[in-house]
Structure formats: structure tokens, C-alpha cells
């Protein structure tokens, strides 16, 4: 049973930063692509970054140039650093591991961007 765990989200204000991290058990980390995908109220889930078993990275264009995607194999994890956040950035936060035709998904964790 593959299991994701995010921790790291919370209320910013706007111009700030945070560091989303996703911790992977019961599985072969390194082999699986890893994304981050975001929610916000009344929208679809969408891809935000993704980093394949190689390291190669894609952004959503909404975030390019503000969120870095990046890997630590040795502790089953992927983060997502995010700087000079936005109110339209406020979304439920989702960490998504891919494989041939496994995937899974985390629970979830919650940005908030207000004054």
C-alpha cells in the first residue's frame, strides 16, 4: 500500500513563501514521476509541477518562475518551494506519485494567501 503524506501548508500573506513537502512509504520512491496538483474552490484540479524519476521538471504557466519542484530520494520525499505567493495561489495542495498505471494520491494540504 503506497501512501503520500503532505505537510508544509498554511496562511501566508501575499509576497511570502512556503515549502509543501510529500512523504512517500511503501514503495520504490525514486522509480515514480512526482507532481503537485492544487484545488481551489470551485475549479478544477490542476497540475501546478511535476518532476519525473530523472529530475526533469514542468510548470504550470501560472507558476513558472515562483514554485521549484524538487526530489530527495533518500527520504521518499518531493517538495515544492513556493515565493512571492499570490491570493489566486489559495488552493488545497495534492501530492501525486505516477508509475505505468499506478497512481496515488495524498490527502492534501491547505494554502491560504490573505492580508
Known amino acids: 500500500q503506497v501512501q503520500l503524506v503532505e505537510s508544509g501548508g498554511g496562511l501566508v500573506q501575499p509576497g511570502g513563501s512556503l515549502r509543501l513537502a510529500c512523504t512517500a512509504s511503501g514503495t520504490i520512491f525514486g522509480l515514480f514521476g512526482m507532481n503537485w496538483y492544487r484545488q481551489a474552490p470551485g475549479k478544477q484540479r490542476e497540475l501546478v509541477a511535476g518532476?519525473?524519476?530523472?529530475?526533469?521538471?514542468n510548470y504550470a504557466d501560472s507558476v513558472k518562475g515562483r514554485f521549484t519542484i524538487y526530489r530527495d530520494n533518500a527520504k521518499s520525499t518531493v517538495y515544492l518551494r513556493m515565493n512571492s505567493l499570490k491570493p489566486e495561489d489559495t488552493a488545497v495542495y495534492y501530492c501525486?506519485?505516477?508509475?505505468?498505471?499506478?497512481?496515488?494520491w495524498g490527502q492534501g494540504t491547505q494554502v491560504t494567501v490573505s492580508s
Open positions: 501525486h506519485a505516477a508509475l505505468y498505471e499506478y497512481d496515488y
Open positions: 518532476i519525473s524519476s530523472t529530475e526533469n521538471t
